[in-house]
């Protein structure tokens, strides 16, 4: 990379690893680099910066909707004198984005979520969780984004919040059983293709943070309700 950096989040879209925000051993960061795995020389990029500095920050790629206007002109067509006109219709692709969540940038724990195009080289601020988090779990499950645990620079936290990228709004969920921070969090599919999360790992917590949590061997598995199979 072309900055050392720990506590980073990073993620894979496409053919693209992206490094993101962490810590350079004197203030936390912003910055973003990628790395294209195709090209035969690949080398680090610095792509658009985070709007705020981050370090142990909550990442998560999720696929959402692209729109485009499109202006359709009259057109004859097989002897029929003209096709309808139709002004302000919008097409509709998919692309995987970046959504990155809470973190801390060395005086406070962050309460936004950003998201980043990689299309469009461009880091939007999104809707506010209730509790700034560090070192918190970000994984999609069905159509929403969970935030799970972290560290709030007193407590640890077993709470859980539910992001809908369709309303923009966060929504309180049942919380975990143990307080937990810096855990490993995955969706799985069990039968009947039922969704559930796991969070499983120890307990840490960044420099300057109030020491050492206590390692935790727990995993714990969490049923989510309402998410249809794909």
């Not at 720990?6 to 690893?17: D, I, L, T």
Request: proline letters at 3%.
């Amino acid at each position: 990379m072309t900055k050392r950096r720990r506590y980073v989040a990073s993620a894979a879209v496409r053919n693209k690893v992206y490094v993101i925000g962490g810590y350079d051993g004197q203030s936390r960061l912003s910055t973003v680099e990628s790395l294209d795995l195709v090209e035969e020389k690949a080398a680090w990029q610095a792509v658009a910066p985070m709007h705020h500095r981050r370090g142990l920050a909550g990442v998560c790629v999720y696929q959402g909707a692209r729109f485009t206007r499109v202006h359709c002109e009259t057109t004859p067509i097989l002897g029929v004198t003209s096709i309808d006109v139709v002004f302000g219709a919008r097409s509709c692709w998919f692309s995987d984005m970046i959504y990155v969540s809470g973190g801390f940038d060395g005086t406070t724990r962050h309460t936004s979520m950003e998201r980043y195009d990689p299309t469009i080289d461009r880091w939007s601020l999104l809707n506010h969780m209730s509790v700034g988090r560090e070192g918190a779990g970000l994984v999609v499950a069905g159509d929403m984004i969970y935030c799970i645990g972290g560290y709030d620079g007193v407590n640890l936290l077993s709470s859980v919040e539910k992001y809908d990228p369709n309303t923009g709004s966060w929504t309180s969920v049942k919380s975990m059983t143990t307080k937990r921070s810096g855990e490993n969090s995955r969706m799985c599919s069990g039968s009947q293709g039922r969704r559930r999360t796991t969070a499983s790992g120890h307990v840490t917590r960044e420099a300057g943070g109030g020491g050492q949590g206590l390692r935790r061997n727990i995993c714990e598995l969490g049923r989510l309700r309402g998410q249809r199979p794909p």
